[in-house]
């Protein structure tokens, strides 16, 4: 019934799927789409109920900083977000905006699959501040550890780079500060610690 206005919903679908990731303003999707702001909210629910898609929700333990609690939306599939992004035909060039999207798609979706195969418990969220200090992902455990997790799609990363680990370690000082990449092997500082991709949802997971 709340799908009868179809040319409502698909535009609605061309804009979810190119904001696939970021932070979901429902006002301007609907402005964008011409219609009210609860049409939007609901035509993400019923992705949500239908298992098209997620929510990954702002951090919100922390008093000391002001976080955004504004929601991310991201695509079960990352082929899925791209076909609905009508992106199919164009390929995913390593090194670009893109491919680093997709790759952090990737990542997240996965980690929410193997926890679901592992019947692990994992609390999910990402961390902004009013100063845009940023972290992609962090985990929360029922045994109580943390892991705040950066996604970089590259095989060289620098630490002086993941500025936004350490502004998440003042909030947390307990937390694990992990960057999940393209390296083929570990490397870091005594904060921070730089593996592969697959190594990091072992540890998340272990």
Not at 1 to 29: H, Q, W
Not at 32 to 41: A, F, G, L, N, S
Not at 137 to 161: H, Q, T, Y
Request: neutral net charge.
């Amino acid at each position: 019934a709340k799908l009868r206005n179809l040319g409502s919903f698909i535009r609605f679908l061309d804009l979810a799927a190119s904001e696939n990731g970021n932070m979901v303003s429902y006002s301007n999707i609907a402005g964008d789409v011409h219609c009210d702001y609860k049409t939007v909210q609901e035509y993400y629910q019923i992705l949500e109920d239908t298992l098209i898609g997620f929510f990954l929700p702002g951090y919100s333990k922390s008093t000391r900083k002001q976080i955004s609690k504004a929601a991310k939306f991201y695509f079960f599939d990352t082929g899925v977000q791209r076909a609905l992004a009508r992106k199919l035909d164009a390929p995913l060039v390593a090194k670009t905006k893109d491919y680093g999207k997709a790759f952090e798609h990737f990542f997240i979706a996965e980690l929410i699959r193997l926890a679901s195969y592992r019947r692990k418990d994992l609390s999910l969220s990402y961390y902004r501040t009013k100063d845009d200090a940023e972290v992609d992902l962090i985990v929360d455990r029922l045994d109580g550890k943390c892991f705040a997790i950066e996604i970089k799609s590259s095989d060289s990363v620098r630490v002086n780079k993941l500025t936004g680990l350490k502004s998440f370690k003042e909030v947390r000082p307990g937390a694990e500060l992990l960057c999940a990449s393209l390296v083929s092997m570990a490397c870091g500082d005594d904060e921070i610690t730089i593996l592969p991709w697959q190594q990091v949802l072992e540890r998340v997971l272990e």
